[in-house]
Nanobody, 128 residues
Framework: QVQLAESGGGLVTPGGSLRLSCEASGIRISNYVMAWFRQAPGKDRESIAAISGFGGDIYYVDSVKGRFAISRNNAENTVDLQMNRLKPEDTAIYYC?????????????????????WGQGAQVTVSS
């Protein structure tokens, strides 16, 4: 049984930092593109970052470039999202996802339909 478990969410003030972690079981993440998506209240889920199987290709949505960093540790079967300079508009539920058959990372390929396995989500709230 495949499970992706997110941790590290919480409440942070604007300008602060959080680090999300996703631990996978039932799959070897080295065989997958790993990504983070988020869904804000009243909005569709959007992709925000993705990393190829061995980290050679990375994608970020424009709104998080320069503030967020995705990384992976294949030996530990984990993928992290370091979030810095957080803004209230970053408030959302953050989801970890694993996909395959994705050969380049951009806004067209890093989309929900290409990711088979999903975590339950972690709430991130940015508020003063």
């Amino acid at each position: 049984q495949v499970q992706l478990a997110e941790s590290g969410g919480g409440l942070v003030t604007p300008g602060g930092s959080l680090r999300l972690s996703c631990e996978a079981s039932g799959i070897r993440i080295s065989n997958y593109v790993m990504a983070w998506f988020r869904q804000a209240p009243g909005k569709d889920r959007e992709s925000i970052a993705a990393i190829s199987g061995f980290g050679g290709d990375i994608y970020y949505v424009d709104s998080v470039k320069g503030r967020f960093a995705i990384s992976r540790n294949n030996a530990e079967n984990t993928v992290d999202l370091q979030m810095n300079r957080l803004k209230p508009e970053d408030t959302a539920i953050y989801y970890c996802a694993a996909g395959s058959g994705i050969y380049s990372l951009d806004s067209r390929t890093v989309r929900e339909a290409n990711f088979r396995f999903w975590g339950q989500g972690a709430q991130v709230t940015v508020s003063s």
